[in-house]
């Protein structure tokens, strides 16, 4: 096992008051395996993955609990110079957004190669020779003449790749990827996903996918984790998730997803919107989108149960049995 996050917290204070954006999130991530965070916006997937990168700006965040344990070592004990040793080095992330992510004054050969000087002493000749090669691994065209130009002269697929060239140039065990197809069209988005599983196979990178996009999901992960407000709701592989999701929320999630032999004049959604994380409800707070609530729903925060293996927060399955 390369990942365990074990009952993280993370708060952000604010003038209205405390944030709850994570609130003991729990799971692992095991060697060579993708993993992927799906959620809603807001329900606390990118918190997590800035987390484990310790890039939570402190204030107005912190940490206030659990453990994030890396090849066995809890990055939470990890001075500020320690965590920096091991960022684009054993662990690296792709950003959401790549043209904010690169630096527009600094040439691309730059960006990706200073990884190499920095974490692995390599001298600046050869670590652009290193950066020609991971061009070309990631399909970058004339990769000689791209370490030159800097980020607006590129397209947005480009420098999606030029992130993933950063994230991987130093061959990290850890990659984490946030939202790294969006804004991408289809054809780009299919390419940047397939280079990614290429990639994982070459360098047996281990990927933590954070995603809103199913159909992503179930083209390249192993196994899902379903995120609601800061915590996780359900836990499972890819084909037990989409053959019986046993959470309404993650029912609802890909019920939501078109279906191109389905003939409705109306797609599926969930009502209604993610409650106020400054003004959580008492109870389940899925508890007013649910269509399947019960009484206890109202008063009582469910807890996690073991369904056939799975782990699922839901009093429906309080009994432990599949409904």
């Known amino acids: ?27 692992e991530l095991d060697s060579g395996e993708v993993v992927a965070l799906v959620g809603e916006s807001g329900s606390g997937k990118s918190v997590t993955s ?30 500020s110079r320690e965590m920096q040793d091991i960022r684009g080095n054993e662990i690296s992330m ?14 691309i050969g730059r960006q990706i190669s200073e990884s190499l000087v920095r974490h692995r002493g390599i001298k600046k000749k050869q670590a652009m020779e290193m950066t020609v090669d991971m061009l070309r691994a990631v399909g970058i065209p004339s990769p000689e003449e791209r370490i030159k130009q ?8 480009m420098r999606q790749r030029i992130m993933i060239a950063i994230a991987l140039i130093c061959e990290p065990k850890l990659l984490i990827a946030d939202e790294p197809t969006t804004a991408l069209d289809v054809t780009i988005q299919a390419q940047i996903l397939d280079l990614m599983l290429k990639l994982k196979e070459d360098f047996n990178t281990s990927i933590l996918l954070i995603t809103h996009d ?35 929320y993650t029912y609802g999630l890909i019920e939501s997803i078109p279906k191109i032999d389905s003939d409705v004049d109306r797609l599926f959604m969930i009502e209604g919107n993610v409650p106020n994380p400054l ?33 699922v927060r839901c009093h429906l399955y309080n009994d432990g049995e599949v409904k």
């Open 94 to 107: 792709i950003f959401q957004e790549p043209m904010t992510s690169l630096n527009p004054v600094f040439t």
């Open 279 to 311: 003004k959580m409800p008492k109870g389940c707070p899925f508890k007013s989108r649910c269509n399947r609530r019960v009484e206890m729903c109202d008063s009582v925060l469910p807890e996690i149960n073991m369904v056939d293996g799975r782990k």
């Open 214 to 248: 199913l159909g992503v999901v179930a083209e390249v992960a192993d196994k899902v984790v379903v995120m609601y407000c800061g915590r996780v709701v359900e836990t499972g592989t890819v084909d037990e998730l989409f053959e019986k999701p046993l959470h309404p």
């Open 1 to 27: 096992m390369i990942l365990k996050v074990e009952n993280l917290v993370t708060k952000f204070h604010t003038k209205e008051g405390v944030v709850n954006a994570v609130n003991g999130v729990d799971f």
């Open 150 to 157: 800097y980020p607006h002269q590129l397209s947005g697929g």
């Open 50 to 79: 800035l987390s484990v990168m310790g890039l939570i700006p402190k204030p107005p965040g912190e940490i206030a609990g659990g453990k994030i344990l890396f090849n066995g070592e809890d990055l939470l004990e990890k001075s």
